[in-house]
């Protein structure tokens, strides 16, 4: 029997091609998918990745193996199957590695209205009975009619979708740079913009699942360098940068300068208050505290979460939230079945700016307060140890373990260290209130988690 334990992620399903993940597995994990939700039809998009399309292919075969019908609307970026799925009120299977190097393929599975399939909300029964569906016993045969294969172009349902329920009408004319990163914004942003006052700098949009220019990881500053270089030499009013599967969206302003995603969650979160006022608004534990300051001092109700967007769903869903903010650059929102679109974020980011006369940097100049270091991964061998050792030190410190460990200090500062969902990693975050401070607290911490001889760094 084949083990899919190495690909079956906390919230998705992810491995290298074809050695951790091909079309058989896809086909089984169709069946499987079927089988545990019940499913009598559901809906399907991929990336521009080279073993895309044929591990969807599979996954839809396994699925109509099991009486269901799939309506694949082709290539799209995740946002855009959760407006499918949500739109059409179906189960829905997107095929992306997102940021991930070109040798891997994963896929991201929902519930119907794009509700969150994880660990413990369906995926660990996917993965058991797919594995029962490789072994030499296999699934019993489906008893109805095989299912039927039907395609569907939703890119203009999303694009319109998005655009009602952010007002651009009015905007000023703005240049905007966005580097798709060769990745599947360069599929939809120019069916999103069209007819904005926008004119558009396009980077990467063709379509390259090799990812010829750069990673399509924002979070990695290297690969923000173009990005930051075409918004000086253009004179732009600001730059956006997506990544594989275009669901998350990173800002650099006028000066080419990052913009912190806990600066676009504040900002955001303002927006959405002044059209809900006393709303709750969602934010996780890694995201700046000027965030849930902000929020209060906008009249709305901040309540914290562990990282994953699985835990932010559940928790927006108990609280009604209407829009909640991850400081990786996930943003959810109520009215997009509070699954998360960087594209909806981003019109908000041009909607306030387009709105008043100056420049990025002074609009989110006020919804940034604190000095962050970003996330910096460390391979530690011995994850608990080290962990043990960094609260010892901080006995002082007002911790919680929410995710990982947070340690509050008295001056203000804190860090967030916690292990990764999805890589053997430890990830440290820390904020302070200057950056002098932010060094020190920083510094402190990396020492003794890279203290073991068998810790090799990252950042």
């Known amino acids: 029997m084949r083990e899919l334990a190495g690909i079956v992620k906390a919230y998705d399903i992810r491995g290298e091609v074809p050695a951790e993940l091909d079309e058989e597995i896809a086909h089984a994990l169709g069946a499987a998918f079927v089988r545990v939700l019940d499913a009598r039809a559901l809906v399907t998009a991929h990336d521009m990745r080279d073993s895309s399309v044929p591990l969807s ?20 970026s995740t946002d855009m199957l959760y407006l499918a799925a949500g739109s059409l009120d179906l189960p829905g299977a997107m095929f992306t590695a997102s940021h991930n190097p070109a040798k891997y393929n994963g896929i991201k599975l929902c519930r119907a209205g794009a509700a969150p399939v994880g660990q413990d909300t369906g995926l660990a029964e996917i993965r058991a009975l797919a594995e029962l569906a490789l072994s030499d016993q296999g699934l019993p045969p489906w008893p109805g009619a095989r299912g039927t294969v039907s395609r569907r172009d939703v890119l203009p349902d999303y694009a319109a979708y998005l655009r009602g329920l952010v007002d651009l009408s009015a905007i000023r004319r703005l240049t905007v740079v966005v580097d798709a990163g060769n990745g599947m914004a360069g599929h939809t942003v120019p069916t999103v913009f069209d007819g904005l006052s926008i004119d558009l700098v396009p980077l990467y949009f ?3 699942g090799t990812f010829p ?23 732009a009013d600001l730059g956006l940068a997506f990544d594989g599967d275009a669901d998350r969206c990173f800002v650099v302003d006028e000066r080419g300068r990052p913009v912190s995603p806990s600066t676009v969650t504040a900002l955001v979160a303002a927006r959405e208050l002044q059209r809900e006022p006393g709303a709750t608004i969602i934010y996780n534990l890694i995201t700046s505290r000027a965030v849930p300051e902000i929020v209060r001092e906008r009249g709305g109700v901040p309540v914290r979460t562990r990282v994953g967007h699985s835990f932010i769903k559940a928790e927006m869903a108990r609280t009604g939230a209407i829009f909640g903010g991850e400081h990786s650059a996930h943003y959810y929102f109520r009215d997009f079945w509070r699954a998360d679109t960087g594209m909806l974020a981003a019109l908000h980011v041009l909607a306030a700016l387009g709105s008043q006369v100056g420049p990025l940097s002074d609009l989110v100049s006020q919804f940034s307060r604190y000095a962050a270091s970003g996330e910096i991964n460390s391979a530690v061998e011995d994850q608990a140890a080290a962990l043990r050792d960094v609260e010892a030190a901080f006995a002082g410190a007002a911790v919680d373990y929410v995710d990982g460990l947070t340690a509050a200090l008295p001056d203000g500062s804190w860090f967030n260290l916690r292990a990764s969902n999805t890589e053997p990693l430890l990830r440290l975050n820390v904020e302070a209130p200057d950056e002098a401070r932010l060094a020190t607290l920083r510094d402190d911490v990396l020492a003794l988690v890279r203290a073991p001889a068998t810790a090799q760094s990252h950042t």
Not at 60 to 76: H, N, R, W
Not at 213 to 235: C, I, K, M, S, T
């Open 57 to 76: 292919q599979a996954f839809a075969e396994g699925a109509c193996e099991q009486g269901a019908d799939v309506i694949e609307t082709g290539l799209g």
């Open 206 to 208: 063709e379509l390259d």
């Open 213 to 235: 220019n750069h990673e399509a990881n924002p979070l990695v500053p290297a690969n923000l360098r173009d990005l930051q270089a075409a918004v000086v030499e253009h004179r």
